[in-house]
Nanobody, 126 residues
Framework: QVQLLESGGGLVQAGTSLRLSCTASRRIFSGNAMGWFRQAPGKEREFVAGISWNDGSTYGANSWVLNSVKGRFTISRDNAKNAVYLQMNSLQPEDTAVYYC??????????????WGQGTQVTVSS
């Protein structure tokens, strides 16, 4: 049973943009934090961005992004669609990796992620 499904990966040139999407089952999505990880060939998986559950607060959901992508990547979520997004701008060859969507069993983004998607490949050519 697929509970997290990513889409939006592909082969792009450096300097361009991609938007990754992840849809989740309501049971996993509702009330829980969501995140994006990536794993490049020969490297360990790294946490790219996380976003806490937002119950409609005026201030929006608390989020975090990796320093090396700050200013280029943005994480967001649409609770009505059970979806989380990763907008990636000014892509660089070093962003090439398999990107994974993940979910926690808690509302805040920091901590262990228990649910994982299958991953979507992002390849950035120079």
């Amino acid at each position: 049973q697929v509970q997290l499904l990513e889409s939006g990966g592909g082969l792009v040139q450096a300097g361009t943009s991609l938007r990754l999407s992840c849809t989740a089952s309501r049971r996993i999505f509702s009330g829980n934090a969501m995140g994006w990880f990536r794993q490049a060939p020969g490297k360990e998986r790294e946490f790219v961005a996380g976003i806490s559950w937002n119950d409609g607060s005026t201030y929006g959901a608390n989020s975090w992004v990796l320093n090396s992508v700050k200013g280029r990547f943005t994480i967001s979520r649409d609770n009505a669609k059970n979806a989380v997004y990763l907008q990636m701008n000014s892509l660089q060859p070093e962003d090439t990796a398999v990107y994974y969507c993940a979910a926690r069993d808690e509302s805040t983004w920091r901590g262990l992620y228990s649910y994982w998607g299958q991953g979507t490949q992002v390849t950035v050519s120079s």
